[in-house]
Every structure is written in C-alpha cells, then in structure tokens.
C-alpha cells in the first residue's frame, strides 16, 4: 500500500498534491475534472500490489524477524542483470531466492515477495521514460513543458474508462515523485459502436475496422468522421455514416481543387489594398478575419466538431454556393489585364492558404497534396502554421450590407427555380428580373450593386414599391417581390449572356463587348 495521507517532508500528502493537480489541468471535456476529483477525494490508500500468477514482480526481500525490505545494491544488481538477461519470469524460477541474496545473506532469514506490481502502477510509472532524460536514452534531451517555462504541452488521450485507470495511476505516481501531475492537458473519448448504437461483435457481424475504411476511401475519410463526431459521447460508425462523411468530403475536396484550377492562372501577384478591392472581394477578407479566432479557438478547445462544421459552412455556403458561383464569370471571361480578375484570384489565393491551413491537421492528406500542387514539393502545409487574417479586414457594416443583398438574391434565384420548373426558362442567364422592393433598408444595400451580376442573370433592374399581386414572393424574405422576365437580344457564345446586337464589336459581333475585349487581348498575346 502506499499512503493517501502520510505528510512528506513539506507537509502535504499525496491526496493534497494530487488535488491541487487536477485543478492545474486542462481536463477535455470538462466534466472529466470533477469526475477524478470525487475519485481520488474518497478513495482509501492505494494498493500497488497484486496476488496473481502473471505480472511484473515487485522483487523485494523481506526480512522474516524485523519486517524490514531488504536494501543493498549487490542484490539489485544480480536482480537488475537477470532481468536484463532472462527477463521478469527470473524472480519466479526455482532458486532465485538463493541466487540474488547470495552468500551473505540466509535464504531461511528473508521471505521473497512473490505478489506482482499492479499493472496501472506499471503504466503509471511510463511518464518518466518518456518525457525526461534517462540515462539508457542519451540521444533523448526530453520535454520543455510549458510549466517550466517551456514550450511543450503534455497531452495524455484515452477513453472515459482512463480516470480510473491510466489517468488516475499516473496522476498519484507524479505527484507522489514530482510533486506534480505528469500531464497538462487530459482529453477523454467515447468508445465506438456500430450504426444503429449497439457495441460491435464478431458474433453480430457488425464490426468496423480502420484498416478496411482507409482501404476502400482512404486514411482522410476516417479522420474527417472522427473530426465531424462528438468524441466526448460514444461515437458511431456504418455505411451510411461513412457515405456521409464521404460525401462531405467531396464537398470540401471540390472546392479546393476549383480554387487550384483558378489559382493556376494566377502570377502570385500580392493582396492590392484592401480599400481598393471591389466590395464581394472585401466581403470575403472579413469573412477570413471572422473566421481566424474562430478556428484557432476551437482548435486550442480541442473543439475539432466546431472546427468541421466552421469551415463546412464557410466552403459549402459561402464560397461554392455564392462566392465562386457569382465569380465564375469574371474569372472565365475578363480580359486577363482585369484589374477586378487579378483582385478576385489575389482573394483567392488569401482563402486558398487559409482552408488548406486549417484542415491540415484533419485532412491531413488531402491539405498536403493540395498545397504540393499550388507551391511545389520543397515546403509542406504542416509546416505552413496556421493562416492568420489581419484583424483589420473585418467590416461588420459591409457584411451587414452584404447580408440583405445575399436576402434579394435568395428572393431572385427561387422565382427562376420555378420558372426552370415549369419548364418556362432554362439557365439564369436567359432572365433579366424586375425586382421589386418596399423595404428602404434593402433599397439602400442595394445601392451600387449590379444585381444582375450577383444573381447571375444577364439583367436586373429594381424597382422601389410593392409589386404585383402575382409577383414571386419568398416566405422568409419580406419586402421583396420578383417578377421573372427573359432577357433580351442575342446569346453571346463565349458568356453565354444576353445582349443587345447593336453594342457589339465589328470584329467579334456575337460575343458581348467585354468579351470582345478579353479576346483581342488573348489573340495580342499569343500573337507575340
């Protein structure tokens, strides 16, 4: 047994070093802090000691007269030299009480402890060959921690069962010979279950290996479901769990490689200043400084089912489904001079650097390839840091604008839907809406915009006031009533826009004036 509260020399015990501890711990979730505190407030002395037929022995003599532990290095080291040679089974073999207490000392006087060392003292004891020196390990300089004025963390991870066992041993056993807990932050799990909640058996046939997952989706796929899952719970996985995640991460996988399809276009040029930039560009650097403390906070929370769903909805909603939709135009058809084409890839590039960040440590894979495609071999996005936003881009007033904006053009893209429904119109190219608003605070966001370009129609013209009775009318966007109509003039070949014929260049007549522009410039370049 070794004593719970037997002073030391500086007065306290080891339930008091081991209290104080767990309140200097990062405990993840946090309910795992009160849950070895009530352990080790109530538990009686702790038993090191086992009676059984396997284990690490406790090789000690014990004086039969006197009950004292025998304590003489001779005997240790012919101890310590055949467990070197024989390994631990050498304490239980016939005449090892002749052989390690020798000559001096008579067998008849001393009984051999034959219980074993309790496998969590064991396990316990691991901290002090592993992140201190020992002398067997030279080549090891060992851990700086943080509590040292270092820069390490120590993290011990395991499942919930751990405060009883691992946790628990190794916190007494530190502070009992370091005054201190071994560890700085603990991070408890849930176990894994099959689908429909159940524990997984060979007998039920419901097991899941890792093995077979990285196998037939790759090494990302489970480490994209770990992330997205709420690990302080039990955690399930199954086919459709997987096909989900699966699906997910397509979602995620595509947006990237449309950025590195556009990014091939671009020199590299710098950020121009942000004042200069058009106001969707400015939109999208306040998002990136929204998001920056965001990541880095759910990442130091070990938060990484925040971290998913932050970047799922800033991937899927923001950039694929609005930003890139809306930008696909100018990327593909302005002139390549375009200062507003060389704007939006700078932007581009500015996001580029920040997802390919800020997965790496999940999809860890998948960030690396991605960023080897864009910056070549020689670097690596794990040793990249985390991408950082100016806290200067943030505009809230901007994204406030930009919020009743994104309103219209929800209003605008679900008339069109219906019109595709009813097989009235195909692309949103071939409309030109009237959009009417009665609400003064949409009037005024819609100040400056070219709402044509932002609903990706070939025109839209606003119009202040009610609209018609049958006007399209979306339930959760009030004040704003939108009145389909095609678009007139001819479609251009290269944009696919609508336009009137009379504006059209001489020497490309069935292509829009900007489109003209951008391939006269294209056939000057590859003239030269």
Known sequence: FIAMDRPYDDGTTLRQRALKAIGETQWVPESGENRIRGMIENRPDWVVSRQRAWGVPIAVFVHRESGEVLKDETVNLRIIEAFREEGADAWFRDGAKERFLGPQYPAADYDKVDDVLDVWFDSGSTHAFTLERPQDFPNFEGLKRKVDGGADTVMYLEGSDQ??????SSLLESCGTRGRAPYDVV?????????????????LGNTVAPQDVIKQSGADILR?????????????????????TSDAYRKLRNT????????????????????TLPELERLMLHRLAELTPEIHAAYRDYDYKKVFALLTQFMNVDLSAFYFDIRKDRLYCDPVSSPERKATLAV?????RAVTTWLAP????????????RYGREGSVHLAGFYEAPAGWLDTALDAKWEKVRKVRRAVTGALELERAAKRMGSSLEAAPVVHVADAELMVALEGIDLA??????????????????????????GVAVVPAKAEGIKCARSWKYFDPASADADFPDITPRDAAAMREWKQRHAM
């Open 453 to 478: 370009e932002v609903a990706i129609t070939s025109g839209a013209r606003v119009v202040a006031g009610e609209g018609p009775a049958d006007a399209y009318r979306a339930d959760d966007i009030k």
């Open 348 to 352: 581009i590039e500015e996001i580029f």
């Open 362 to 373: 999940v999809l860890s894979f998948t960030a690396e390839e991605a960023w080897w495609d």
């Open 187 to 203: 991070l408890t799990h849930g176990f894994v279950l099959d689908g429909e909640g159940r524990k997984m058996s060979k007998s």
């Open 163 to 168: 405060h009883r066992g691992w946790f628990h």
């Open 256 to 275: 990237i490689r449309w950025m590195l399809g556009a990014l091939a276009h671009h020199d590299g040029s710098p950020l121009p200043a942000v004042a």
């Open 224 to 244: 994209l479901w770990v992330a997205a899952s709420d690990y302080s719970d039990d955690l399930r996985i199954g086919k459709e769990i997987l096909q989900t």
